[in-house]
Every structure is written in structure tokens, then in C-alpha cells.
Nanobody
Framework: QAQLVESGGGLVQAGGSLRLSCAAS?????????????MGWFRQRPGKEREFVST????????NYADSVKGRFTISRDNAKNTVYLRMNSLQPDDTAVYYC???????????WGQGTQVTVSS
């Protein structure tokens, strides 16, 4: 069973930075492992629906970002370490949310989710 575990959240002042990590383990029922997953980060801000933040292709060569984080956040992955990262710079109070890592083994649906890590940005 594929599993995702996020870490790196915390409390930071506005303008600060954090780096989130998501470690993947296990396999999908079809035997796929981390290197074959499209990976993504999502967040759920207080009182709002979960929303897309960023995705990265299997090789890491293609990244996509929500307009709200473009130019401030950077997604990357290390397939040798089965880990995907989200570097967050110039954080603002509106970035306060629970951040979730997700995996799409077939690239079409987010089948696996982590438990989330809290990011709180103080003004």
C-alpha cells in the first residue's frame, strides 16, 4: 500500500520561508512505486475547500502552480529518496493552511493522500 507522510510545517512570520517534505513508501496494488507517480501539493485554508497548489511530473521536468503561489513556491522531487518538496518563500498570512501531499500513480486521479501538515503564517 502506497503511503505519504508530510513534514516541515510550522509557524512562521510573514515574509518567511518553509520547506515541506513528503516521503512516499510502499507500492500501489499494481506494483507502481514513487518514481512513476505524478505528485502534487494541495492546501485547505480555514473555512475553505481544499485547493490545488502545485504538481510535478514523474521525471520532475514539468511543474504547475496555482496563480496564488506562482513565483513564491517551488516544487521539486528526488526520486532516489522517494520524496517531493515544496519550498515556500515570501509567505503571507493567507497561506495559512493544512498542506497535503498527493500522488497520482496513473497521472489521472489523486489516489493517495498524506495526513497533512499545518502551516501558520503570522502577520
Amino acid at each position: 500500500q502506497a503511503q505519504l507522510v508530510e513534514s516541515g510545517g510550522g509557524l512562521v512570520q510573514a515574509g518567511g520561508s518553509l520547506r515541506l517534505s513528503c516521503a512516499a513508501s510502499g507500492r500501489t496494488p499494481s506494483g507502481r512505486t514513487f518514481g512513476s507517480y505524478t505528485m502534487g501539493w494541495f492546501r485547505q485554508r480555514p473555512g475553505k475547500e481544499r485547493e490545488f497548489v502545485s504538481t510535478i511530473s514523474r521525471s520532475g521536468g514539468t511543474q504547475n502552480y496555482a496563480d496564488s503561489v506562482k513565483g513564491r513556491f517551488t516544487i521539486s522531487r528526488d526520486n532516489a529518496k522517494n520524496t517531493v518538496y515544496l519550498r515556500m518563500n515570501s509567505l503571507q498570512p493567507d497561506d495559512t493552511a493544512v498542506y497535503y501531499c498527493a500522488a497520482a500513480p496513473l497521472g489521472t486521479s489523486w489516489d493517495y493522500w498524506g495526513q497533512g501538515t499545518q502551516v501558520t503564517v503570522s502577520s
